[in-house]
């Protein structure tokens, strides 16, 4: 099985990124760690709301590369950097995901950017 680059090189701050924005292997695509964006630069400011959609929008269009969308996520991590803002990360994940979410793990931690949370997933794109 050949693996499948997904999408063009990132580039946050003029500098292009060594690593791929997803990778396909068979009927599994793994996404890179998203984190918010605006303007091509991270997010350092706005809500832990904004920052979860903006994440979340992000994946949507790196998943419709691969023909997939929000449905086809099997699981995600989620990082953040403070946990008081789990509620309000929690209630906007869940307006994407409904009654059918997929796996998640929950951590906390520190970024190497002043934003407030990155989500990594991996999605099934087989029948």
């Known amino acids: 099985m050949k693996k499948q680059i997904i999408g063009e090189p990132l ?19 793994y996404l890179t760690g998203q984190i918010p964006m ?4 991270p997010m350092t ?3 832990i709301e904004e920052q979860t959609r ?8 790196t998943l ?4 997939c969308d929000l449905s086809n996520i099997v699981k995600t991590t989620v990082w953040l950097r403070d946990r008081d803002d789990f509620p309000g990360f929690d ?9 059918e979410p997929p796996a998640r793990t929950g951590l906390i931690g520190e970024f190497l950017v002043d934003i407030k949370l990155e ?4 999605a099934y794109a087989g029948e």
């Open 11 to 29: 580039v946050i701050n003029g500098r292009q990124l060594s690593l791929s924005r997803a990778v396909r292997a068979g009927d599994m695509i």
């Open 38 to 41: 605006r303007d091509g630069k």
């Open 45 to 47: 400011d706005g809500s």
């Open 54 to 61: 903006s994440c979340i929008e992000s994946i949507q269009a």
């Open 64 to 67: 419709k590369l691969a023909d």
């Open 91 to 99: 209630a906007t994940y869940g307006e994407y995901f409904g009654s």
């Open 119 to 122: 989500i990594e997933c991996v």
